[in-house]
């Protein structure tokens, strides 16, 4: 794996000295950028199936997970304790001790930011849930709802902001960390920022790291917006 981080496209330096960047010290070369933008479809589009898969499993897991805690309360200790030893790991060290037994690539990075992702969503998850007021249930059981149609009719529903809220979280958090993927061979921009790493120029840096922010205040931007449509009470009391 070093000798394919090392392994760096011949092009990229050769590319790069347009419009004299190296010989003029540029830190940020707009010519470069619009003869080169290509580059960085693919990888755009590997990071954006990173964090993709592994939001959306950490969601399903935790979810899972979450609905089993708030329906057996010995639960929620031990889940809480096993999510929070995976959330410490230190990434890099998580994905070369995935090496042995997935591979490298996107599998074991995917597997990684998925474990990451667990503990912020079950904690909203569990907190939302434990914060729908008792009146609120007891006023469902007394109309006779069943324990499932008061979960998913009333609980579920009255927990949804610090649900998304727990999403929003482990989604920025994790466009971040998938950067790391380069790593486990698993693709993504952060295969741009090592093949752009060069104390001389720093324009594929720059570009690379750039995409990851815009793409977290997109993703951050269209789960606030989600969150508002699932609770439009919220709304109405921040107008009031």
């Known amino acids: 794996m070093i000798e394919q981080l090392a392994a760096v496209d011949q092009s990229f330096f050769t590319d790069r000295s347009s419009g004299n960047c190296i010989q003029d010290n540029k830190l940020f070369c707009p010519g470069w950028v619009v003869d080169n933008y290509d580059r960085y479809v693919d990888p755009t589009l590997q990071h954006l199936v990173l964090v993709g898969s592994a939001v959306a499993g950490g969601f399903l897991i935790a979810f ?132 752009g790493s060069n104390i001389t120029f720093k324009t594929g840096i720059i570009v690379a790291g750039s995409i990851a922010v815009i793409m977290a205040i997109v993703f951050d931007g269209v789960l606030l917006l989600v969150g508002k449509l699932l609770a439009p009470w919220k709304r109405k009391q921040a107008i009031s």
């Open 64 to 195: 899972g997970l979450a609905i089993l805690a708030h329906r057996h309360r010995f639960l929620q200790t031990p889940f809480l304790a096993g999510t929070g030893i995976l959330y410490t790991i230190p990434s890099i060290s998580f994905f070369f001790l995935l090496l042995p037994i997935t591979g490298r690539g996107s599998l074991t990075a995917i597997i990684a930011l998925t474990a990451f992702n667990l503990q912020i969503i079950f904690r909203n998850i569990t907190t939302g849930l434990r914060n729908v007021p008792p009146n609120v249930t007891e006023a469902a059981r007394g109309i006779g709802l069943t324990r499932s149609q008061i979960l998913w009719q009333v609980e579920i529903p009255l927990a949804m902001p610090e649900i998304i809220a727990g999403l929003r979280i482990a989604t920025v958090s994790t466009v971040a960390l998938a950067t790391l993927a380069v790593f486990a061979n698993g693709g993504g921009l952060g295969t741009e920022i090592v093949t």
